[in-house]
């Protein structure tokens, strides 16, 4: 579910409403309210999630959704407990629905006359540049410096101790106590989720937050997007370079090191000391275990399991990629030519 403290639900819908929305037609109970839409790992019996493919449908059994939108070869596999709706393009119905109940999802409106909203609450020794706009009800603990024309959202929560560069934007977020963040730096902006049809592109609203755990450090112009559903997480004392983008929904883990110009696409998961040279890329959906480093400009679309260096594109261990720039080498040297006797 959406966090009321940065997201206006619109609903609830009943069944019809929601039918009508997506161009489909329903049986019986087209009068029961559905409250809120949620994946389906995070959706209770009022809510409505949806399933696009045979690998989430995996979780269907575990859901405690309500309502599911799925495909109609899918359709079979949702529980009895769940109200179906077939729809030939379950996350195309699901963005439609989604923006019915949370139409301003994309961007924050300012309409404030202060610099601070009054109901933000500020704690003791905060310090603000000149430029800086603090939004309702957000929270900025104590000793933590917001530098000059840096936006702190609606409902943000910045611990004790941060220090907050110039040019920031911070949205969506929590952050612990003791985070720094460079000059520039995106906290929380939609990410980069599209439903495609013959029609063009939906946006699929983007309902979740970035979660920064304590003694974070996120380098000038880095990007971290707000999750989908669910939660863009960083965590603990993990390290960021400049212009370093992180996906929605990404979980990176404790004490990782993240150099510059590393793109890591929604969905992945870096477990804890994991270490990305620059211009590392990592495909959506992966897994990177507990300290594995990656070498500079590598690049993976498949997991890599913990405890092992790795190099090139796509990902080796280190050592067999070593043998393969060798190889190269080799191949890439002028034949030697026999001399006349």
Request: hydrophobic content about 40%; charged content about 20%; aromatic content about 4%.
């Amino acid at each position: 579910m959406a966090d009321t403290r940065f997201y206006d639900n619109r609903g609830p819908f009943t069944l019809a409403e929601l039918a009508a929305r997506i161009g489909i037609s329903i049986d019986g109970a087209t009068e029961t309210q559905v409250f809120d839409v949620a994946s389906l790992r995070g959706a209770g019996p009022s809510h409505l999630a949806y399933c696009s493919d045979a690998k989430a449908a995996r979780e269907l059994d575990a859901s405690q959704a309500g309502f599911c939108i799925v495909s109609e070869a899918l359709a079979a596999r949702v529980p009895n407990r769940m109200k179906v709706l077939i729809s030939p393009d379950p996350l195309m119905a699901f963005a439609q629905i989604a923006s019915l109940f949370y139409p301003e999802h994309a961007v924050q409106s300012w309409d404030q006359a202060t610099a601070v909203h009054a109901s933000a609450v500020m704690g003791e020794g905060v310090r603000l540049g000149r430029g800086a706009a603090v939004g309702p009800d957000a929270e900025i603990g104590d000793r933590t410096r917001i530098g000059p024309n840096t936006v702190v959202g609606r409902g943000v929560r910045i611990g004790q101790d941060c220090d907050i560069a110039p040019n920031v934007t911070i949205v969506y977020s929590y952050l612990g106590d003791g985070v720094t963040i460079l000059p520039g730096a995106q906290i929380g902006q939609a990410g980069f989720g599209f439903a495609s049809g013959h029609r063009g592109h939906i946006k699929i609203p983007q309902l979740g937050r970035v979660i920064v755990q304590d003694r974070v450090e996120i380098g000038a112009c880095t990007t971290i997007d707000r999750g989908a559903l669910g939660d863009t997480i960083i965590g603990e004392g993990t390290k960021i370079d400049n212009l370093v983008q992180i996906g929605h929904n990404c979980r990176i883990g404790r004490h990782c090191v993240i150099v510059s110009q590393v793109g890591i696409s929604g969905s992945c998961e870096l477990g804890d000391f994991v270490v990305l040279g620059g211009q590392v890329g990592i495909a959506d959906h992966v897994t990177v275990g507990d300290g594995a480093r990656l070498a500079a400009r590598g690049a993976t679309a498949g997991d890599l399991p913990g405890g092992q260096d790795y190099g090139g594109a796509p990902a080796v261990p280190i050592r067999q990629w070593r043998r393969q720039i060798a190889a190269i080498s080799r191949l890439g040297r002028p034949a030697k030519r026999a001399t006349d006797e």
